[in-house]
């Protein structure tokens, strides 16, 4: 069983439209995030959050915004994409507190956004 | 603006030791050190974590000194599936805000 699922694997669109990316995990955690990898292999927080906190990187552009149906799913949305956009995202869970990092976090395989 | 600094690259022969050091001067107190391992078109993975002194596991071991400044991975043994790159986590306290933070990742290549 996938603990941690991400959906589209791939996604190619234009500037301007809105996409989402899928995430659902089954570890039953209660803290799920988003990171954003560019094209140097670089990790970066963009959000954590569980259903008492969400932590959000100051340095993300409010076009990214995560939206969670239940615990087990945070799905990400941006609206009018830009170029800049383009990366591979990462959904990964824990059974931390938001932001805290104490506990391993489970990656997902990740979502490899271009935008052209 | 407080980082978590590692090296970029590393070379290493098969049936080495490698030791991959993490630089995190702002780390919040009470905060862990977790590395993560990371191959190709695929998520990062737990390798280990500790707070102080030492940890080991059946993949590796990490020494944190006591001003808990830096940790040091180490990987007995490498071999050929160990070529990855490696990424320390952290929970950064600069700048008022406790963020968790990824160094900029250590890309280890095991030579035959």
């Known amino acids: 069983d996938t603990a941690v699922s991400q959906t589209p694997k791939y996604l190619v669109t234009q500037m301007g439209n809105d996409k989402s990316i899928k995430c659902e995990q089954n570890?039953?955690?209660?803290?799920m995030y988003w990171y954003k990898q560019d094209s140097k292999k670089f990790l970066k927080i963009m959000f954590s959050y569980n259903n008492k906190e969400l932590i959000i990187n100051e340095t993300v552009p409010n076009r990214f915004s995560p939206k969670s149906p239940d615990k087990a799913h945070l799905n990400l949305h941006i609206n009018s994409l830009e170029l800049g956009d383009s990366a591979v995202y990462f959904c990964?869970?824990?059974?931390?507190?938001?932001?805290?990092?104490?506990?391993?976090?489970?990656f997902g395989p990740g979502t490899r956004l271009t935008v052209t | 603006l407080a980082k978590t600094t590692q090296p970029i690259s590393m070379d290493s022969y098969e049936g080495q030791e490698v030791n991959i050091t993490c630089s995190h001067n702002n780390i919040a107190t009470n905060d862990y050190i977790t590395w993560y391992q990371q191959f190709p078109s695929q998520g990062p993975r737990f390798i280990i974590q500790g707070y102080k002194t030492k940890v080991t596991n059946e993949v590796a071991s990490l020494f944190i000194p006591a001003d808990r400044k830096s940790s040091t991975l180490s990987l007995p043994r490498v071999s050929l599936s160990d070529t990855a790159v490696y990424y320390c986590?952290?929970?950064?306290?600069?700048?008022?805000?406790?963020?968790?933070?990824f160094g900029k990742g250590t890309k280890l290549s095991v030579i035959p």
């Open positions: 990964a869970s824990s059974q931390d507190g938001a932001g805290v990092g104490r506990y391993e976090q489970y």
């Open positions: 570890l039953g955690h209660d803290t």
């Open positions: 986590l952290t929970r950064d306290s600069g700048a008022g805000s406790y963020q968790l933070t």
